[in-house]
């Protein structure tokens, strides 16, 4: 349920590298867990012995370098610097305007508040948060049917971070039934073209415990 989480995990499926998956609760703030990063955010990225590295858009870089600038047609991050310039101020937008104005609030309120202790914030959901998340929504979503409209990928011509970081986010919100597709067509059709790649497929077999998915979550053609 961390949209940056699957954010990297979509990066590493679409450049074939497998990783191990660890769950983790940052609530909880295991000493452990701090450990890597003190601050107690996710996602983290260990390789091999080396140091944590931490956050979406830092291990997004990062693998970039490692492994993007050696992928030619299939980088997802532009050669050119004022294509690179709009992949992330677009990644940015999803992975911290969006989350930070409805995906947080609505995993926190429907999810996360039922897993927590009520010492660590736990407890019923807050509706004016979840109302508040959901008006917030529906501006999002309109955008990025403007996106898809105007451009063949959201950034533009070819599947990028960009992309990858608003399916990521999609992704929870669809599973959480909080989006209704049939408003926006454009925004729809993108989606279900992401949702098609190898690299999507094994958020589509993974469930929430006691929170099962809308109907048509794992449906292609939807």
Same mark, same amino acid.
């Given at each position: 349920?961390? $949209? $940056?989480?699957?954010?990297?995990?979509?990066?590493?499926?679409?450049?074939?590298?497998?990783? #191990?998956?660890?769950?983790?609760?940052?609530?909880?703030?295991?000493? #452990?867990?701090? !450990?890597?990063?003190?601050?107690?955010?996710?996602?983290?990225?260990?390789?091999?012995?080396?140091?944590?590295?931490?956050?979406?858009?830092?291990?997004?870089?990062?693998?970039?370098?490692? @492994?993007?600038?050696?992928?030619? #047609?299939?980088?997802?991050?532009?050669?050119?610097?004022?294509?690179? !310039?709009?992949?992330?101020?677009?990644?940015?937008?999803?992975?911290?305007?969006?989350?930070?104005?409805?995906?947080?609030?609505?995993?926190?309120?429907?999810?996360?508040?039922?897993?927590?202790?009520?010492?660590?914030?736990?407890?019923?959901?807050?509706?004016? $948060?979840?109302?508040? $998340? @959901?008006?917030?929504?529906?501006?999002?979503?309109?955008?990025?049917?403007?996106?898809?409209?105007?451009?063949?990928?959201?950034?533009?011509?070819?599947?990028?971070?960009?992309?990858?970081?608003?399916?990521?986010?999609?992704?929870?919100?669809?599973?959480?039934?909080?989006?209704?597709?049939?408003?926006?067509?454009?925004?729809?059709?993108?989606?279900?073209?992401?949702?098609?790649?190898?690299?999507? @497929?094994?958020?589509?077999? #993974?469930?929430?415990?006691?929170?099962?998915?809308?109907?048509?979550?794992?449906?292609?053609?939807?």
């Amino acid at each position: 349920m961390s $949209a $940056a989480s699957r954010f990297v995990r979509l990066i590493l499926g679409e450049y074939g590298e497998r990783a #191990e998956l660890v769950e983790e609760r940052p609530w909880e703030r295991r000493p #452990e867990f701090l !450990a890597l990063n003190p601050a107690a955010t996710l996602p983290i990225l260990t390789e091999d012995s080396g140091p944590a590295i931490v956050g979406g858009m830092v291990i997004a870089e990062y693998l970039d370098e490692t @492994r993007g600038a050696f992928q030619r #047609e299939k980088r997802l991050l532009a050669e050119k610097a004022l294509e690179r !310039a709009e992949i992330r101020r677009l990644t940015e937008w999803f992975l911290v305007k969006l989350d930070g104005e409805a995906t947080r609030y609505l995993v926190r309120e429907r999810v996360f508040k039922l897993e927590m202790r009520p010492e660590d914030g736990g407890g019923s959901p807050d509706a004016s $948060a979840i109302r508040a $998340a @959901r008006a917030n929504l529906k501006h999002h979503m309109r955008y990025v049917g403007w996106l898809a409209e105007s451009r063949n990928w959201l950034s533009g011509p070819k599947l990028s971070y960009a992309d990858l970081a608003a399916a990521s986010a999609f992704s929870i919100l669809d599973y959480l039934g909080e989006i209704s597709w049939e408003k926006e067509p454009a925004a729809k059709e993108w989606y279900t073209r992401v949702k098609s790649r190898p690299s999507f @497929r094994p958020f589509l077999t #993974e469930r929430i415990r006691g929170i099962p998915p809308v109907a048509h979550y794992a449906e292609l053609d939807f």
